[in-house]
Structure formats: structure tokens, C-alpha cells
């Protein structure tokens, strides 16, 4: 308890009450007041010699090159990957198909009240083609080339009266209130 005091005492970790005990028990025991005084000679030695030897801190200088000049291989690297995937991401996709194949397709309506049927659609820029009446029976066909894609397209009856394709079920409205059949090609 003796030693305990004395370090404490030396490391200033004593409160008021605690200094005021510790001074009268140095001034009522001169064993005590020799062992305090032995372990500051011997604390005051301790923090001399720390202090003999420091070492030299240093700071690394800022480098006044600029970034390609310090890593030249991480910044052509850099450019490089952004290069490629600027390649990647914009450069037109490469078709294994030639762009003028045609698929043909025979279009036929059963329409036996009629005079004249025509087909118009996005595949002949709505141009009126006249279909050809096939027998007696009422029924009308075309054979048309048509490139892969979506097209849209009606018949047109007796000149005037526009009507969906009935045997193609995908269907959509255009701008004029008229009914458009769909009809996807592919190669």
C-alpha cells in the first residue's frame, strides 16, 4: 500500500485528501519520507532516458508531378479499360443476317360481299395494293416480301371501308380510330 501511494503520488493520481494523508505520513515516518525519495530519483532517471533518444519523424514530401507523370502504367491502364468499354457499350452491334433478307408471306381474307379488297400497312408505306380475287367463293390473297420486324397493316374494302386482318389476334388502335392487325416476321 506504501509503494502504491508513493506512485500514485508521483504520477499525480492523488485528489486533495488523498496528498494531504500522504504528506503527513512522510513527515511522521522517515522511512516512508526515504522510500518516496528513492522512487522519485528513480522515476526522474526513467523519464531522462526516454528523452535521450528520439527518433527523426519523417513526413513524406508531396509529390509536385502530376498522376501520369508518378504512375504512368495505372493511367494508360485506366485509359485503356475506359477505351474498351467505351468499344463495347457504343459501337453498333455487328448483324450476322444481311439487312435486305425478305421472308414472303401470303396474306388471304374471306370477304365475298365485296367488290375490291386492297392491303395497306407500314411494310409499303400505306400505299393501296390491290389483292387478287382467288375463284368464286368470296376469297382474296397476296404474296408480299417482307423484312423481319413488326408491321402493321389493314385490308382496305371496296375502297373504303378499312377492316383488321381476323385471322391475326394481336391488334392495336391507331390515330384515326381504325383497328390495325400486328404481325411480326422473323427469319
Do not use: C
Request: hydrophobic share 45%; no cysteine.
Amino acid at each position: 500500500m506504501t509503494e502504491e501511494l508513493i506512485s500514485q503520488y508521483i504520477d499525480d493520481a492523488l485528489d486533495f485528501d488523498d496528498k494531504i494523508v500522504f504528506v503527513e505520513r512522510i513527515h511522521d515516518s522517515e522511512r516512508y519520507k526515504d522510500d518516496t525519495v528513492e522512487l522519485l530519483t528513480q522515476e526522474k532517471a526513467l523519464r531522462a532516458a526516454a528523452w535521450d533518444y528520439v527518433p527523426e519523424v519523417v513526413f513524406p514530401q508531396k509529390a509536385n508531378k502530376a498522376l501520369w507523370m508518378r504512375r504512368p502504367l495505372a493511367v494508360a491502364a485506366s485509359a485503356l479499360a475506359a477505351a474498351a468499354l467505351m468499344f463495347f457499350f457504343f459501337w453498333p452491334p455487328v448483324s450476322i443476317e444481311p439487312p435486305d433478307r425478305k421472308v414472303a408471306h401470303r396474306f388471304v381474307v374471306f370477304e365475298p360481299d365485296v367488290e375490291t379488297v386492297a392491303i395497306i400497312g407500314t411494310f409499303n408505306n400505306w400505299q393501296v395494293l390491290p389483292m387478287i380475287k382467288t375463284g368464286r367463293e368470296g376469297y382474296w390473297e397476296i404474296s408480299l416480301e417482307l423484312a423481319p420486324g413488326e408491321h402493321r397493316y389493314s385490308f382496305l374494302l371496296d375502297d373504303s371501308r378499312r377492316m383488321a386482318d381476323p385471322t391475326v389476334h394481336i391488334r392495336e388502335k391507331d390515330d384515326f380510330g381504325s383497328e390495325n392487325s400486328v404481325l411480326e416476321v422473323r427469319t
